[in-house]
C-alpha cells in the first residue's frame, strides 16, 4: 500500500507540473499578443504623428480666369513626404470646401491641385514649405473661404481666410 500511495503522489506531481506549464505557456501567449497589440498601436499612432502638414497661408490668385487657390503650408512633422496622391485638400467658401485630389499636370478649371516643394526635388522634407495650387472646376465668388489639408495618417491643418482686396 505504501508503494501505490507513492506512484499516486508521483503521477499527481506530474500531472500538476504539466497542467501548471500549460496554463504558464497559455498566459505568456496571452500576454505577448497583449503586449504585440499595445506595440502595433503605438507605432501608428507615433506614425499618425510623425506626418504634420500646417498651412502657413492661403490666398486666391485672381490674375486667371477662373481663379484659383494658392496654399502655402510647411511639413511640421517628423517624416518626408514623398507621394501627393496620399494628401487630401479641401478648399472652397467657407462650409462649402470641396475635395481637390493631387495631380502633377493640375491646370486651370480642372478641379485637382498640384504641390511643388521648395527645392523641387518632389520630396516634402522636414521643415520644407511647399506651394499648393488648387484648382477649382468653376470660379469662385465667397466672402470667407477655408481650405484644409489632410495628409494620409496624419495630423490635418485648416485655415480661413478672406478674398484678397
Known amino acids: 500500500m505504501g508503494f501505490s500511495t507513492s506512484i499516486t503522489e508521483v503521477i499527481l506531481l506530474i500531472a500538476s507540473v ?3 506549464s500549460g496554463v504558464s505557456a497559455q498566459a505568456m501567449y496571452a500576454g505577448l499578443s497583449l503586449q504585440s497589440s499595445i506595440i502595433q498601436t503605438v507605432d501608428i499612432s507615433k506614425r499618425n504623428l510623425n506626418t504634420h502638414i500646417e498651412i502657413g497661408y492661403a490666398t486666391v490668385n485672381d490674375t486667371a480666369t477662373p481663379r484659383y487657390f ?3 503650408a510647411k511639413n511640421v512633422g517628423f517624416m518626408p513626404i514623398t507621394d501627393f496622391s496620399l494628401i487630401d485638400v479641401y478648399i ?3 462650409r462649402r470646401a470641396i475635395l481637390c485630389r493631387y495631380n502633377k499636370d493640375a491646370s486651370v478649371g480642372s478641379g485637382k491641385f498640384n504641390l511643388t516643394d521648395a527645392d523641387g526635388d518632389e520630396v516634402w522634407e522636414v521643415g520644407e514649405t511647399a506651394i499648393i495650387e488648387a484648382y477649382p472646376k468653376t470660379d469662385i465668388e ?5 481650405a484644409k489639408i489632410i495628409p494620409f495618417r496624419g495630423v490635418p491643418s485648416s485655415y480661413m481666410f478672406p478674398p484678397p482686396p
Open 70 to 72: 494658392i496654399i502655402y
Open 92 to 94: 472652397g467658401e467657407y
Open 18 to 20: 504539466v497542467l501548471a
Open 142 to 146: 465667397a466672402s470667407v473661404y477655408e
